[in-house]
């Protein structure tokens, strides 16, 4: 019944909801080390390129594009055609409603929506050319490009537009007048999912800029160790495209572990009106989080999740690395 409301909701009104167009807020360091040893053959100021580059699409670069960028109008459903979330379209890949999946695959439009996997392919096609000719430099550029792309789809929440349900906000469809009823609910769910996607983006910035925790996580061991925790295996002779869209699929099949594991940890308080993370109403003390021994439990596990999905971003960049510099 809720799926039918839901459906029936989101059918009506155009776009679901706007999701933060971060997957990773900073990929230079979390997977810039676990690549060099892939790339020490380069010279030491083409190598020195990989960071910025990694982090370089979420720049400004796929913002306010024309709509020649987006000839299916995806951003009518994937954040729009201005502003910081106009980039959305290109970083995200939702894969289809699928009816043997029908809850973490659940979509409007129920057909395949983003770019990102088609920029993983062009962008990594340009650096196998540019390494081919020996033009360092820019070759790095494009691979961090391409890196970039993919690791955004090791996010579940830029795999799949419902990562668990109970994040919908089902109690706005009782909104009075009944008239307005859909339109709410569609706000409520925007604000209520945005508040989830983003606590997860702060609470892994945030350990990850305190040493001393991050040394401990399983996020870090996970980045050293990624076979250990990753969910999924990848062939390095796959071409880029193929390798994004099984990277996007491993997400969408860790999203219901994602989502029950992250409300477990946050609650339920982001499902509250007061609590918009998008106007920075309500951010978690993130601190309070990473450190309090009542929440240790729901805390290994939420960060057990998140482990997966940096491990299967790492294998999948080592995998591109690979398909780039061996044509």
Known sequence: MRLFLFAAAIWSLTPLYVNSSFAWSDHERLFTESLQPQLEFLPPLALMHLGPALDEPDGGMDRDLPASADPENERKWMGGTEGFSSQGFRHMYFGG?????PVATF???????????????????????????????????????SLHYLEDLAQPFHSTQLVHWKMAKWSALAHWPI?????????ETTRTISNYHLAMEGYVEHVLRQPGIFAESPLNKALQDPESFASV??????????????????SVALAPELGEAEMAFFGEQYLEPAFDLRKDLGIPDYQAYATRPDLAGSRARFEKVIAKALANGVLASRALVEWTLHP
């Open 97 to 101: 409603w699928k009816f043997t999946n």
């Open 107 to 145: 979509q409007i439009p129920f057909k395949a929506l983003g770019q990102a996997p088609n920029r993983v392919q062009e962008t990594a096609r340009e650096a196998r050319e540019l390494f081919k000719n020996k033009e360092f430099l820019s070759a790095v550029r494009k691979l961090g490009w």
């Open 179 to 187: 008239s307005d009823a859909m339109s709410h609910f569609i706000d």
């Open 233 to 250: 295996r990848f062939d390095s002779k796959l071409q880029p495209k193929a390798l994004a869209l099984e990277l996007a699929r491993a």
